[in-house]
């Protein structure tokens, strides 16, 4: 991936923990690293196919004044996170800020921090067999599209499908949705999770009757055993439900564990459903 980098970029700002900071204001030096594809750019000339990095200082620095906050931490998420908003042909920014004029009573030369956000692809499964269905699915689109660090690229058609696991239920309606985000796993995961609290989602039965059931299927091509979230899913190559849907938005996606394309992990199980039902 090309770089560009903004070093050392000097801005006056009212960010700090003690009041005489917000009051009086301080010295900080910005410094950016940028992934994003300069070949276009290269060969044509076309100011439109990079970033005009003298209008991104600007917008970057009224982003900076936007706002007091008491973290450097805070300003330099926010400062990421408006960058890649701004900008689509970035896929990933570095912030480093530098607080010179630090107030700590010691000898030294600047206190900096680093924070790093990149675009994610991901695809979420979503499913419900109580009450509207199809309203409550679109009610989760819905909620997801909102979020400021979220953006639903793509989705899939709603299915209706027999139930999977506990079989003493309704039948479901399912769909997968293609988002991009800068939220890392984790955070996902919390927002789905908040997201299914409001649509007042119970758990009550393993694998049982659900308002609104939001899986992360898979996140770029990461490979995670974390506790509160396992990537890939772990059992969406088993499940014709899943496959189906995310086979209508995404059929040559590969799953990193097993290294197989969804068309064929889907064509895999139904073979099997065949076999079983002959």
């Known amino acids: 991936m090309d770089k560009m980098y903004i070093k050392n970029l000097e801005l006056f700002g009212f960010h700090g923990v003690f009041e005489e900071e917000k009051r009086l204001g301080q010295k900080f030096i910005l410094s950016l690293e940028l992934d994003l594809d300069l070949k276009a750019a290269g060969r044509t000339e076309d100011l439109t196919k990079s970033v005009h990095y003298g209008e991104l200082c600007e917008k970057v620095e009224k982003e900076f004044l936007r706002e007091s906050y008491d973290l450097i931490e805070t300003v330099s998420l926010n400062l990421a996170d408006f960058i890649l908003k701004e900008y689509k042909i970035i896929s990933g920014v570095k912030v480093f800020l530098k607080k010179p004029w630090a107030p700590v009573r010691k000898h030294l030369d600047t206190i900096e921090i680093m924070i790093e956000r990149r675009r994610h692809k991901v695809y979420i499964g979503l ?37 999977w696991g506990y079989l003493d239920q309704e039948d479901f309606l399912n769909a997968v949705i ?52 396992i990537l890939p899913h772990p059992r969406m190559h088993e499940r014709e439900f899943v496959l189906k849907s995310l086979n209508e938005i995404a059929p040559y996606l590969m799953h990193p564990v097993i290294n197989k394309r969804i068309f064929t992990l889907l064509e895999e199980v139904e073979s099997r459903h065949c076999k079983i039902n002959n």
């Open 178 to 229: 293609e988002i991009e985000t800068t939220l890392e796993p984790e955070e996902l995961m919390n927002l789905l999770l908040k997201i299914e609290l409001e649509l007042k989602r119970e758990r009550l039965i393993k694998w049982g009757p659900r308002i609104i059931d939001l899986d992360i299927l898979m996140y770029d091509d990461v490979i995670s055993s974390n506790e509160k979230i």
């Open 127 to 163: 499913g419900s067999n109580i009450g509207d269905k199809e309203e409550n699915l679109k009610e989760a689109i819905n909620k997801i599209s909102k979020e400021k660090n979220t953006v639903i690229t793509k989705q899939s058609s709603f299915i209706e499908t027999e139930p």
